[in-house]
């Protein structure tokens, strides 16, 4: 039930192109994140979001909160190829503390 | 930019020997979590620790495994008697509060187990 759901698996796209990939749960979630993480790296957070409904930018990143707080987005705009990565939406699940992971997007840019 | 600091970046031991990862949380911060990513799975959570006791824990983390925050600085995780599928990468977060605040990741440690 606090699963999260992650699509596409992956992505493989020209540079310039936009990217989108979402996250469900048929559960509800109080926070989403998103995070990068890269070959030998930890995730590193990219976009937090709090309040569903809402709608933030970072850069050419942006996200956004559900309104049924069951999802989320994240849209990549003119992609370049350090873009390149697995991105991984997490939440934290109404009902309990600690943080749920999707599978992740393995984004790839092809120059 | 503070960051979240762990070592060592790759232990290979021995199948049955015990192991410690070992972590520094970002200062300032309260909360502090193990995960476990298997090659090419998705990031697990492990536990949380707050106070100097553990908030909550998964079904993975079993009496194999224990934390503990020996000092101000440091927070480890401990397996004891390691098995082949112990081998993964562990990442420490930590984070100001416990709910519904971005946790910052370390770079990770690669166990190996042969």
């Known amino acids: 039930g606090q699963q999260l759901n992650q699509s596409p698996q992956s992505m493989f796209i020209q540079e310039g192109e936009d990217v989108s990939m979402n996250c469900t749960s048929s559960?509800?979630?109080?926070?989403w994140l998103w995070y990068k993480q890269e070959p030998g790296e930890g995730p590193v957070l990219l976009i937090a979001?709090?309040?569903?409904?809402e709608l933030t930018s970072n850069g050419r990143l942006t996200a956004q909160f559900g309104i049924t707080r069951k999802d989320s987005f994240l849209n990549i705009s003119a992609s370049i190829p350090s873009d390149v990565g697995i991105y991984f939406c997490?939440?934290?699940?109404?009902?309990?503390?600690?943080?749920?992971f999707g599978a992740g997007t393995r984004l790839t840019v092809k120059p | 930019e503070p960051e979240v600091t762990q070592t060592p970046s790759h232990q290979v031991t021995q199948m049955g020997q015990e192991v410690i990862l070992r972590c520094v949380p970002i200062?300032?911060?309260?909360?502090f979590y193990w995960y476990r990513q298997i090659l090419g799975q998705k990031v697990e959570f492990l536990v949380s620790f707050y106070n100097n006791e553990i908030s909550e824990k998964s079904e993975i983390f079993d009496d194999q495994f224990s934390v503990e925050r020996p000092d101000g600085s440091n927070f480890t995780l401990k397996i004891r008697s390691t098995k082949l599928e112990d081998s993964a990468m562990y990442f420490c977060?930590?984070?100001?509060?416990?709910?519904?605040?971005?946790?910052?990741f370390g770079d990770g440690t690669r166990l190996s187990i042969l």
């Open positions: 200062s300032n911060h309260l909360y």
């Open positions: 997490a939440g934290h699940p109404r009902t309990n503390n600690d943080m749920r």
């Open positions: 979001l709090y309040k569903a409904g």
């Open positions: 977060a930590s984070s100001e509060a416990l709910r519904n605040q971005p946790q910052h």
């Open positions: 559960s509800i979630f109080n926070t």
